[in-house]
C-alpha cells in the first residue's frame, strides 16, 4: 500500500466519525508552518518573498503543539520555509509523534543527510522531499546546481536509515510528461514510499509568473503522465484527487480540509491566498465567507487552481461520501490501470519545451551566509 494500514485505517476510521457527527466543514490535515526562512529561493515561490524580520521569526513547540490540538487532525503536513532551519524541530516532530499524528515533515532535503541523527525512525513520522523532477528540471525549478543531486543523496540516506520517504512533486508549464514518468521510475528505486503530485499554485508574490499552468494544460498534462500507469508506482494521494487532475472527475474546493497555522495565526482561507487571520480555528471556520471561494465562486485567485492543498480533502470526503465513492475509490486502488491509448498518443507526441538555461539566483555559498544569518544560530 501508498500508506501504512494503521494511517489508513485512522484517517478512514476519522473521516467517518466526522461524518456521523453531521459536520460538513471538517479539517483532515494540518499544514503546520514553524516558520517561513529558507535556503533556497524558487521562482515559483510565494512563501519566502518577506522582510528579514519576519523570515527570522519561528513558532515555538509549545505554539505548534497548541494548534494540533485545537484542530485536531490525524495528520499534519509541516512546511515551510524549509523546516529544518529551525532549531527546535526535532523536538516539535517528537512531540507530535508523542502525541500520535501522523507527521509530513516538507524538506527540500538540502539538510536531510547531517539532520537525520536528529530524529527517530517511526510509522508516524515521513520526510516529504521535495523534489520536482529528473536532475535537469530539478535544478531549474529551485533555480540552484547541485540541488538534485544532494536531495537524492538525502533521499537515500533517510531510507537507508529506515525512516518513511515520500516525495512532493510540482508541476509547471513546460514539463515533460515523459521525463516526469521516468522520474516516478527513479523514485521507485531508491525506496521512496509513495509520490504526491501536484500543479504550482500562482501565488501573487512568484517571482517567475509565465510558468503556471491552467486548468485545461493541467488535466492534459496530467492524463498523459498518470494514464497507463505502471503497478510499480504508489502514490501518496486519494485516487479520487488523481482522477480529478486527470480531468476524470469533478470536485469542489475544500479550502477548510487543510487548514494554515503560521507565526501569523490560523490563515485565511487557505494555505494558499492570505485574506487575513483569525485568532482561532474556530473563529476560522465560522467567519470565513467560504462561498468566496473555489473555482464555483468566480474567484479570479481560485480560478486555475488543482492543487493538493485545495482538493484532496475534497477527493477523501468524496470516497466517505456515499457507497458509490468507496466502490469507485477500491476500483481506482485495486484495479484501475486507466489504460487510455490517447494519453499513450500525447506522450508519443509530446515536443519538450526549451526553457532555457539554469538561471542560478544564489551560489551555494552565499545561500548558505544567508541562512546562517537569519537563523541567528549555527550547528544543529
Not at 522531499?129 to 536532475?135: C, E, I, S, Y
Not at 510528461?177 to 501565488?203: C, I, K, Q, W
Not at 497555522?261 to 494555505?271: A, E, L
Request: glycine share 8%; aromatic share 10%.
Amino acid at each position: 500500500m501508498a500508506v501504512p494500514v494503521s494511517q489508513a485505517w485512522t484517517v478512514a476510521t476519522y473521516v467517518l466519525k466526522q461524518k456521523l457527527k453531521g459536520r460538513k466543514k471538517y479539517p483532515l490535515v494540518l499544514m503546520l508552518e514553524p516558520l517561513f526562512r529558507c535556503n533556497l529561493a524558487c521562482a515559483g515561490c510565494g512563501k519566502i518573498q518577506y522582510p528579514a524580520h519576519i523570515l527570522k521569526a519561528e513558532l515555538s513547540p509549545e505554539d505548534c503543539f497548541n494548534a494540533v490540538e485545537e484542530c485536531g487532525t490525524p495528520m499534519v503536513a509541516i512546511p515551510g520555509g524549509e523546516p529544518l532551519l529551525h532549531p527546535q524541530m526535532p523536538e516539535i516532530v517528537a512531540g507530535l509523534v508523542a502525541r500520535k499524528k501522523y507527521v509530513y515533515m516538507c524538506t527540500n532535503a538540502l539538510l536531510l543527510k547531517e539532520k537525520l541523527h536528529l530524529f527517530k525512525p517511526s510509522k508516524y513520522l515521513s520526510f516529504s522531499v521535495h523534489v520536482d523532477g529528473q536532475r535537469e528540471h530539478h535544478d531549474f525549478s529551485v533555480c540552484r546546481e547541485g540541488g538534485y543531486d544532494i536531495a537524492m543523496e538525502g533521499v537515500r540516506a533517510a531510507v537507508a536509515a529506515g525512516f518513511r520517504v515520500t516525495t512532493n512533486t510540482t508541476l509547471f508549464d513546460g514539463a515533460d510528461p515523459n521525463s516526469v514518468r521516468a522520474h516516478f521510475d527513479e523514485l521507485m528505486t531508491v525506496g521512496v514510499e509513495s509520490m504526491m503530485v501536484s500543479p504550482g499554485y500562482t501565488y501573487d508574490k512568484a517571482p517567475d509568473q509565465k510558468h503556471f499552468l491552467g486548468r485545461a494544460r493541467s488535466k492534459k498534462l496530467f492524463r498523459s503522465i498518470l494514464s497507463n500507469r505502471k503497478k510499480t508506482w504508489r502514490f501518496n494521494a486519494s485516487p479520487i484527487f488523481m482522477e480529478f487532475l486527470m480531468g476524470k472527475k469533478d470536485l469542489t474546493c475544500t479550502p477548510w480540509g487543510m487548514p494554515t497555522f503560521s507565526i501569523f495565526g490560523w490563515q485565511k482561507p487557505c494555505y494558499l491566498l492570505q485574506d487575513g487571520y483569525a485568532d482561532s480555528f474556530k473563529e476560522l471556520v465560522e467567519t470565513v465567507q467560504w462561498s468566496n471561494y473555489g473555482t464555483e465562486s468566480g474567484n479570479p485567485q481560485c480560478a486555475n487552481c488543482m492543487v493538493h492543498s485545495g482538493y484532496e480533502a475534497s477527493g477523501v470526503n468524496y470516497t466517505f461520501g456515499s457507497i458509490k465513492g468507496l466502490l469507485q475509490t477500491a476500483k481506482a486502488i485495486f484495479f484501475n490501470k486507466y489504460e487510455d491509448e490517447g494519453a499513450m498518443k500525447l506522450l508519443n507526441e509530446w515536443k519538450p519545451a526549451h526553457s532555457g538555461p539554469l538561471v542560478q539566483i544564489a551560489s551555494p555559498t552565499s545561500a548558505a551566509e544567508k541562512t546562517s544569518e537569519l537563523q541567528g544560530v549555527s550547528g544543529d
